[in-house]
């Protein structure tokens, strides 16, 4: 089994709940300093493989690595300074202020020799500032919106200060103004800090919209990989989701854009593709 160097990385990983395989023998590398959305119809093993990336998850077999380290070698507080997950619905102390929150982040950085520090209060008033939080931190989180909520997870996240950050459908349950929100905070993040960041999303026109890379899965194991305009056509929407759909461009990204066809649609004529 050849060690990945850099970057997170799985090799023949097989990931399982209750003795049912989930993930099996998949080999995967994540682009550093990218942005990659994983996508895939339900329970097809998207949020499993996030897990297993963070650790979350012992696998059955296989094994992720980190920058070239096994990541189950990893004494806790290591790997939580290097990489970050912000699961599914997270839950919060009831009453728990956006300060308070963020300042949790820090926690992989605490130990009885060395508390809180300038260092400290600088990253958490950083993540605030890049989530567009500042104003907000002195608010309890239950008064913000779905959108505020979701960044001051992330701002969380961001606080720990990780260069490498997963987060498993942060677009969930929120309105449509709000998915891009976050999903333009991502980018931000990634453009302006370099951090790999990998995402789980249901939409698969955010994906190829916000994404640099994607990785398709069927039934736990991957089908395609690599930049949304190489991979992303009719037959892949088609196996991946079991949908007939038409491929255009996007006219605002340029990418692939992609318009499904339901029963009551299914002989409508395809429209002309988009030019630049």
């Not at 380290?69 to 507080?77: E, H, V």
């Not at 202020?97 to 600088?122: A, F, I, N, Y």
Request: charged share 20%.
């Amino acid at each position: 089994m050849k060690t990945p160097h850099q970057g997170l990385a799985a090799r023949e990983l097989t990931l399982a709940y209750d003795g049912r395989r989930v993930v099996e023998n998949l080999d995967v590398t994540i682009p550093p300093a990218k942005v990659t959305a994983v996508i895939g119809a339900n329970a097809c093993g998207k949020s499993t493989l996030l897990r297993g990336l963070s650790r979350l998850l012992t696998p059955q077999s296989g094994a992720v690595y980190l920058d070239g380290d096994l990541i189950n070698s990893l004494r806790g507080k290591d790997l939580a300074r290097r990489l970050g997950m912000l699961p599914q619905s997270p839950v919060a102390p009831e009453g728990i202020t956006v300060l308070d929150l963020v300042k949790r982040g820090r926690s992989p950085h605490q130990s009885w020799w060395r508390q809180w520090s300038p260092e400290d209060e600088t990253a958490v008033h950083d993540a605030l500032d890049a989530t567009g939080l500042s104003e907000q931190a002195d608010r309890s989180l239950d008064e913000l919106s779905g959108g505020q909520r979701q960044r001051a997870w992330i701002a969380m996240a961001l606080a720990q200060g990780t260069p490498v950050l997963l987060l498993d459908e942060p677009t969930n349950h929120l309105d449509l103004a709000h998915q891009i929100e976050v999903l333009d905070l991502v980018v931000d993040l990634n453009r302006e800090q370099a951090r790999t960041i990998v995402l789980v999303l249901h939409d698969l026109n955010h994906a190829c919209r916000y994404a640099d890379h994607v990785i398709a899965l069927k039934q736990g194991e991957i089908v395609a990989q690599g930049a949304p305009a190489d991979i992303v056509t009719e037959e892949l929407v088609s196996h991946v989701f079991g949908l007939t759909c038409t491929v255009i461009d996007d006219p605002a990204g340029g990418g692939p854009h992609i318009i499904p066809f339901g029963r009551h649609h299914a002989h409508a004529s395809k429209p002309a593709a988009a030019t630049s």
